[in-house]
């Protein structure tokens, strides 16, 4: 099934550095389910039902992925829960497009992508997917919310990885990894490092325009 921002090898390598056989490991914004390639303990919330039922193939974990279908800003978890925390919101790049486009050139976003798999070209998203949301307030709004639920369900001394990406808008690069990563440190979190890994992304339309390397920021929780 179609879906426009699915983890890369390199980024799931990256995760799989910091994570061990036996960590809890939840990815709030699950998509597809490629967290569940992990060798850990893994858990999955996507609000999207048609996305949330895909079977995941390829399993590393020691134990049975849960994939649960659900919001992100409503974690049914309990404080503390999870070991590690690891995930990629939305960039609020052209990826949240929802137009109905009136020219025959390709159009890649989670609601163009989410018609194509459904065949329902009037599906609209959740109004709490974040795949609605391209930069600016109501995007920064939500991923605060959304940050703050995860960090709830995070133990102390836990990990919190997070990939997100620039973006080039009107010519001018979006900050939108250093957003991320001073709200995360002003929720409370420590920042201990970060790596940088290529992604070729998309070379086609307004998403040629790209920002350089994604990122993967590493916090603990004190």
């Given amino acids: 099934m179609k879906h426009p921002a699915k983890y890369s090898t390199a980024i799931l390598d990256e995760f799989a550095r910091h994570i061990a056989p036996s960590?809890?490991?939840l990815d709030p914004f699950g998509g597809t389910g490629l967290i569940?390639?992990?060798d850990a303990h893994t858990w999955d919330v996507e609000i999207e039902p048609e996305w949330s039922a895909m079977k995941v193939e390829n399993v590393g974990g020691s134990a049975l992925p849960t994939r649960l279908c659900g919001n992100a800003l409503d974690l049914q978890f309990s404080d503390g829960f999870f070991d590690v925390i690891a995930v990629s919101?939305?960039?609020?790049?052209?990826?949240s497009d929802h137009h109905n486009a009136k020219d025959p050139s390709?159009?890649?976003?989670?609601?163009?992508?989410l018609r194509a798999a459904t065949g329902d070209n009037e599906r609209k998203l959740h109004p709490d997917n974040a795949g609605t949301l391209q930069w600016g307030e109501a995007y920064r709004a939500f991923h605060y919310d959304a940050w703050g639920e995860a960090i709830r369900v995070l133990r102390s001394g836990g990990l919190f990885l997070l990939n997100v990406k620039d973006h080039i808008r009107a010519g001018e690069?979006?900050?939108?990894?250093?957003?991320?990563?001073?709200?995360i440190v002003r929720l409370g979190l420590i920042h201990e490092d970060t790596a940088k890994i290529e992604a070729p992304g998309l070379r086609y339309g307004e998403n040629r325009e790209r920002a350089g390397s994604e990122l993967v920021y590493r916090f603990s929780k004190p």
């Fill in 106 to 113: 390709k159009r890649r976003s989670y609601t163009h992508d």
């Fill in 36 to 38: 569940h390639t992990l």
């Fill in 23 to 25: 960590d809890k490991v």
């Fill in 173 to 183: 690069r979006q900050r939108v990894c250093e957003w991320h990563r001073k709200t």
């Fill in 89 to 95: 919101p939305v960039y609020g790049n052209r990826f």
